[in-house]
């Protein structure tokens, strides 16, 4: 007879049990119906990725396609953190976002600013680094190298060089700055400006497998030149009468 109660009382644990666990998965979201419980999902991911807590600070953008699938684009940063991230997410349970530059941002800083300083012809610099939208979790503790090589970054390097030279030593320069920018091998995006004048005469994008920075001879950058700042001139212009002509 004891035995009896014993396995029953061995069966109602385990349905018990069974039960919590039912219980406790159906409280993670897999989706979402609407702007509300969209933000919900974002949250519940970032925290259940990163173990840290963290707040909305904008919805971008969010919209419920005829096809069935919504989707929501917003910004958000970790408590107690001012760095602001992006992030990605649809109903089908797909979920980006670019929180994870903040484990890289310094070191890949790092990589940069001697090179900005060790070259004399530039007067002076801007480093912006940005995560791109990704599935990865990333927790800081990978290796550098491992992060550079997926590319799930952008480091733009803006450079500003002297005023009143000629394309000839403008192309001099440029090669000599892409040919040491290549030895990193980073997924980049490479801005020369005119000091002064606020002219980009050079703005091109770099991943692997694709352009590569040595394949600008100095005959291609002096026509790569001439082009960008056309296209630098014309913006500026139209800002300028934009401006002028506002109401």
């Not at 014993?6 to 159906?26: A, D, E, P």
């Not at 005829?66 to 992006?86: C, H, L, S």
């Not at 030279?165 to 001099?172: F, G, K, L």
């Not at 892409?178 to 050079?202: P, Q, W």
Request: with cysteine.
């Amino acid at each position: 007879m004891g035995g009896v109660i014993v396995w029953k009382k061995t069966i109602f644990l385990i349905i018990v049990l069974i039960l919590s666990v039912i219980t406790l998965g159906g409280c993670k979201m897999k989706g979402f119906n609407n702007q509300k419980e969209a933000e919900e999902f974002i949250l519940q991911n970032l925290e259940d990725k990163y173990g840290e807590n963290f707040d909305i600070t904008k919805v971008k953008k969010y919209k419920e396609e005829k096809i069935g699938i919504n989707w929501i684009q917003a910004e958000a940063k970790a408590e107690n953190q001012d760095d602001i991230f992006q992030v990605y997410a649809r109903n089908t349970g797909l979920f980006k976002d670019s929180y994870h530059i903040t484990f890289f941002k310094e070191k890949l800083y790092n990589l940069i600013e001697p090179l900005c300083q060790e070259k004399k012809y530039i007067k002076k610099y801007e480093i912006d680094i940005s995560g791109n939208l990704s599935e990865t979790k990333w927790t800081g503790k990978q290796d550098i190298d491992e992060y550079i090589k997926k590319e799930e970054y952008t480091i733009e390097p803006m450079i500003y060089l002297e005023n009143n030279q000629t394309d000839e030593q403008y192309a001099e320069i440029i090669s000599d700055w892409l040919m040491t920018l290549s030895k990193l091998e980073c997924s980049m995006r490479v801005l020369v400006k005119i000091e002064d004048l606020n002219i980009v005469i050079f703005d091109e994008e770099f991943e692997s497998g694709e352009k590569n920075m040595n394949e600008y001879t100095e005959e291609l950058l002096k026509e790569e030149i001439n082009n960008t700042r056309k296209n630098s001139n014309t913006i500026k212009e139209y800002k300028k009468w934009k401006q002028e002509n506002k109401k």
